[in-house]
């Protein structure tokens, strides 16, 4: 295969040709243009058609978040869509409400308060139970690594009360009326950051005061709060004050003292109303009463100590022991009867020692945490080893006590979770089965899941999406062949499986792609040979291991590519894990150097490519050197020693510019040129601390990086790879909070990004390198809640794609062309709160949005096919030029050397860095003519490179100059490939002429 390398030069071409191209050649970028951005997205192919064939349910649930006019709100999860979801026991009525998962929640007043998580942490919302009817209320803290979820929150008269840190006052108590002014901190209960509201802190109303418990010891003990500062106070200094229980407007707890031992003790919210009810047990000997509940116009409790049943009407008289047999916790009330279990053993009383009575023995151990209570029943599960879980109900009786229903568990293990009661039935959740939420009447016929079943469509799930060269390499599932290595030109037909490497339904897990010049690099595994690396040309005959390094499975860290070359570092079973490299043959993989010698592993960081040379940061446990490679062993050499590696550079003028750390300076910018002496600090950003400082990427002369310097948080910089042309970018969150967004990519000369200014959440942003611009470009997510979600963004033609949420439409495919009204959403494939995007823990984090040739390709459901691929084609901008020739294979200078190209002869010319043509052209207005051919056929021009992607055949003639214009795509280095397939063996000239270029 030849390329061209000599640079080209304008020169007239054939006029009758030329005259008529540029006006043809507007009206083709004019309908690409407008055509495309009108287009919707669509299903490149189902790749995993067909649906399951074992059922599930909607959607899964791990918690009750509480209870609101007569409907459960739960903590939901459906296809990796998490968040707060409502029931009312019924299909059609369980439904999501909110895309972000939830901490706790209670009822105030009709309306539900609840707690929510997304990555600017936590934040306090609101919902009458419609979506329309969720709302934000208040965020508490401008810092997002601040953790500010609310949590315990709980109801006393008319407010809601809370604990939840502030980043400055740590975690205390807080009130809200629903709005974002009226939700504010009651009191610093422990002045300073340490906070007074642990694990074990409980609060609960008594009519309009809140009594609460912070930490376990005795500079807290028992507090009162009626929502103001000046009425929040201690009322007892007790320790291990807990089991807090409101009866009848008499707040019953247990506490400690250093009289009495762990006691049951009563509080009307005065100093002097607040006394131990009855020492059970004398002195200093501890009751230990446990499991409080009201029940009968009184309080019922367990006492510890040795499990008998009391009940108590808070004086020391009324304070008696109910019956002696031992029972556990928790003892459940169900209308004017109360359950315990003992052992094997349920008991019912009625709160008289007489009125205790042995219901039945089920003969194994019972527990009754996960039961409910239905209009004249208990609802409680028994697992008799039998035929499976037994759902059993007791109206207090032997007679009344029956078996409900056997959920059959079939191969899985089905355990109870936790269960709530609405009007008429409860709700109950069940792990380990395919429909986790049901719900009950006490029959057998009224006992079932809530959703009905679904047969989830299959998930092709591509993933590692990567163009070569217009072509999509990717990695995605079938029924026959499992995870494998996938092509796709962006039609159905056109889609299909390259090489089953793993034979059968195994995996090999192909992926990530590396598109060297010549070919394509990537790891693979197989039972027979481990993870090992691969290269293909995007033919199943192309596809193959180049060396098995170690047989068997083994470790393996990739590099990159330098050139021609891809470097990784695998364990090779004799020198640890060390660095290699291939040219994609057996001969030409080889080790490069056992750096830390011996079976010792070396852990090795790619710094980058600098000058046809890939710098390393080579660790032997105990110190770092810098290496630096060419490819060959030869000149592979020790550069000398350097601070640890924090991130890999990006290059600038003659250096590179990363991050890392020494013992002085903690971790920093660094620059080098790939000698010892030009290996130095660039900056100490934070100079009384780390800045964590790590490069971001290159726009135009200077380097964007995110630091903390100390004083503005992370934020964004610049340098020039300079000290003095080092500076802060914008404090995008004014003051010490940080801004440190995850994702970013280039268009042109500007980066966009995603950050949080303390107001939007995190949002997408752009900046040309300049602070002033430095903006945000949409608040996706209107609000202080951001529309990110470790989400995914891509550049491409003259847009930037990305994934995101306005809670509204759920996480879909959003596109910018760097204007907040260029900015929208794609399309609402999953309509609603549903998600059509991928979840980043479907794709673990592998690429799953990628342009390639004219189109996005990503990863997505439309809720029929399962994720799947799917592609948007691009809105491409044409840039005319003066007409330049790129290539004659008729002069010496030329690709062929002045002869001409022969029968089934590639050559590939270099298009991109010529004519005024930028690396960023996806393809150009070509003019292809075949010279003087001596024989029939046809000439194919295809983007050069490794991957074979769809070519435009020019007829030829023999004998006959003729030509032809188009709009051919531009392969991954910039390139075209002419191939020509003539009768007996012929050969023909060509000239490439270029007038215009897409990007």
Known sequence: MKSISTPGRERPGSLSIRTRLPHLLLVGAFLVAHGARAQAPSLVKDIYPGVSSTASSGAGFDTFIGLSGGKAFLNGNQDGNRGLWITDGTAAGTRALLDLPVTSGVDVGGTFFFGAVSQERGSLWKTDGTTAGTAFVSRFS???????????????????????????????????????????????????????????????????????????????????????????????????????????????????????????????????????????????????????VPFAGALTFRVGS??????????????????????????VPSGALLFTASGSQLWVSDGTEAGTSLVRDFGVALFLRTSATIPGALLFWVDRDVDGLELWRSDGTPAGTTLVKTVEPGSATPFPNSSVSIPGSALLLIYNLPFGLWRSDGTSAGTLP????????????????????????????????????????????????????????????????????????????????????????????????????????????????????????????????EPWRTDGTPDGTFLLGDLTPGAASSQVSPIGVLNGE??????????????????????????????????????????????????????????????????????????????????????????????????????????????????????????????????????????????????????????????????????????????????????????????????????????????????????????????????????????????????????????????????????????TITPCRIADTREATGPTGGAPLGSSETVIVQVTGRCGIPPTALSIAANVTVVSPSATGSLSVFAGGPVLSGSTEVPVSAGRTRALHFLPGLGTAGSLSFRPSLQAGGSTDVILDVSGWFE
């Open 142 to 292: 401008t810092d997002p690594s601040v953790d500010t979820k609310p949590s315990k929150l709980t109801k006393a008269g008319s407010r809601l009360f809370f604990a939840v840190d502030d980043g400055v006052h740590g975690t205390e108590l807080w009130s809200s009326d629903g709005t974002s002014v009226g939700t504010k901190l009651v009191k610093d209960v422990t002045p300073g950051p340490a906070g007074s509201f642990g694990y074990s802190a409980e609060l609960v109303g008594v009519g309009e005061v809140l009594f609460f418990s912070c930490h376990y010891t005795i500079e807290c003990g028992l507090w009162k709060s009626d929502g103001s500062e000046a009425g929040t106070s201690q009322i007892a200094s007790l320790s291990s004050v807990a089991n807090l229980v409101n009866v009848n407007g008499t707040l019953f707890f247990t506490a400690t003292d250093s009289t009495h031992g762990f006691e049951l003790w009563k509080s009307d919210g005065t100093v002097a109303g607040t006394v131990l009810v009855r020492d059970i047990v004398p002195g200093a000997a501890s009751s230990g009463p446990q499991g409080l």
């Open 450 to 577: 809530v959703q009905e079943p679904v047969y989830r469509p299959n998930d092709g799930l591509p993933v590692w999406l990567s163009d070569v060269n217009g072509t999509l390499l990717f990695s995605a599932v079938d029924a026959e062949h499992g995870q494998e290595l996938w092509r796709s030109d962006g039609t159905p037909g056109g889609t299909y499986l390259v090489k089953d490497i793993e034979p059968g339904t195994g995996n090999s897990f192909a992926g990530p792609f590396f598109a060297a010049p010549s070919t394509v690099f990537f790891r693979a595994w197989t039972s027979a040979t481990g993870s090992e690396i691969y290269r293909t040309d995007g033919t199943e005959a192309g596809t193959h291991l180049i060396k098995d390094v170690q047989p068997g499975d083994t470790s393996l860290w990739l590099l990159g590519l330098l050139g021609e070359l891809f470097l990784f570092a695998p364990d090779d079973g004799v020198h640890g894990m």
């Open 614 to 879: 890939f710098l390393l940061a080579v660790s032997d446990g105990s110190s770092t050197t810098l290496w630096k490679t060419d490819g060959t062993v030869a000149g592979t050499v020790a550069v000398g020693p350097m601070p640890t590696w924090e991130w890999s550079g990006v290059e600038l003028g003659n250096a590179l510019v990363f991050s890392a750390s020494d013992a002085a300076h903690g971790a920093e910018l660094w620059r080098t040129d790939g000698t010892e002496g030009g290996t130095t600090l660039l900056l100490d950003v934070n100079p009384t601390g780390s800045s964590s400082a790590y490069p971001v990427a290159r726009l135009g002369d200077r380097v964007v990086f995110w630091a903390d310097d100390g004083t503005h948080g992370g934020e964004l910089w610049a340098t020039d790879g300079t000290p003095a042309g080092t500076a802060l970018l914008k404090d995008i969150n004014p003051g010490p909070p940080q801004s440190y967004g995850a994702r970013w990519t280039v268009l042109g000369s500007t980066l966009f990004f995603w950050a949080y200014d303390g107001i939007h959440g995190y949002e997408p942003w752009k900046t040309d390198g300049t602070g002033p611009g430095t903006v945000l470009l949409r608040d996706v997510a209107p609000g202080p809640i951001g529309s990110m979600f470790v989400e995914h963004v891509v550049s491409a033609g003259h847009e930037v794609f990305f994934t995101a949420s306005d809670r509204v439409s759920g996480r879909e495919l959003w596109r910018s062309d760097g204007t907040g009204a260029g900015t929208t959403r794609v399309a609402d494939l999953v309509p609603g709160i549903g998600a059509g995007a991928v979840p980043w823990d479907y794709s673990a984090n592998r690429t799953v949005l990628a342009r390639s040739g004219g189109r996005v390709f990503f990863t997505a459901t439309e809720g029929a096919t399962g994720y799947e691929l799917w592609s948007v084609p691009v809105p491409l901008k044409l840039h």
């Open 306 to 331: 040795d499990g008998t049943t009391w009940k108590s009407d808070g004086t020391e008289a009324g304070t008696v022991l109910v019956h002696s047999h031992p029972s556990s916790v928790p003892l």
